[in-house]
């Protein structure tokens, strides 16, 4: 069983960042594509960025790109979501994802094993 496991959340000023960790474990970390989603208050959960089992391939929401960076580190068994430019409407709570999948892409119906979320607000 994969447990994926959320930190780094946290209160931030806009134009201000953060970085989000997600460590998995249960199974090799490489054989598992990863994603980030959020879900603000009263609204669907939404697609943040995705990336592929070796970090070769990511893929980004249009309204996370150029402030965002997905990335990983397999030697530690992490995933990481560099947030820059931070604005308001980006509050919500992020999810960290894994799937088995090779290229699961947005659909979170691909993800099988999720975290339980880490906090972002971004004052005004």
């Known amino acids: 069983q994969v447990q994926p496991v959320e930190s780094g959340g946290g209160l931030v000023q806009a134009g201000g960042s953060l970085r989000l960790s997600c460590a998995a474990s249960?199974?090799?970390?490489?054989?598992?594509?990863m994603g980030w989603f959020r879900q603000a208050p009263g609204k669907e959960r939404e697609f943040v960025a995705a990336?592929?089992?070796?970090?070769?391939?990511?893929n980004y929401a249009d309204s996370v790109k150029a402030r965002f960076t997905i990335s990983r580190d397999n030697a530690k068994n992490t995933m990481y979501l560099q947030m820059n430019s931070l604005k308001p409407e980006d509050t919500a709570v992020y999810y960290c994802a894994a799937s088995l999948v090779v290229s699961p892409g947005w659909t979170s119906a691909h993800y099988a094993y999720w975290g339980q979320g880490t906090q972002v607000i971004v004052s005004s």
């Open positions: 249960g199974r090799t970390f490489s054989s598992l594509a």
């Open positions: 990336i592929s089992r070796l970090g070769t391939d990511t």
